[in-house]
């Protein structure tokens, strides 16, 4: 598995279509068979500030598997108003260090 954060300033004006928008592309998300979960969260401190995490079966997966089909095509439609307000785009890999808090 591998994680792509996208990291997002989005303008008070804009916010409600770049949720709309995203509201939209989630549905290319739950159809591709390469995206195993993503979520779409606004910073409480600083609500213009967005981070988009994708977990992705692999690299590959996300960049030829699901980047060459349709299901990309309708996210890209979606979504592509915004690339502008994109401060950063990168993939991680889990380093094995993770666990539950004590609030459960």
């Known amino acids: 598995m591998i994680v792509e954060y996208t990291r997002y300033t989005i303008a008070p004006e804009r916010r409600e279509a770049f949720e709309a928008a995203y509201g939209e592309a989630a549905k290319a998300l739950e159809e591709s068979k390469h995206c195993q979960r993503y979520e779409l969260t606004r910073c409480s401190e600083e609500p213009t500030r967005y981070v988009l995490r994708i977990e992705w079966d692999s690299v590959e997966g996300h960049l030829q598997g699901f980047r060459g089909s349709t299901d990309f095509r309708n996210f890209l439609g979606a979504v592509q108003p915004f690339f502008n307000d994109i401060e950063e785009m990168r ?8 666990g539950e808090g004590g609030a459960r």
């Open 91 to 98: 993939h991680y890999e889990a380093t094995g260090i993770a």
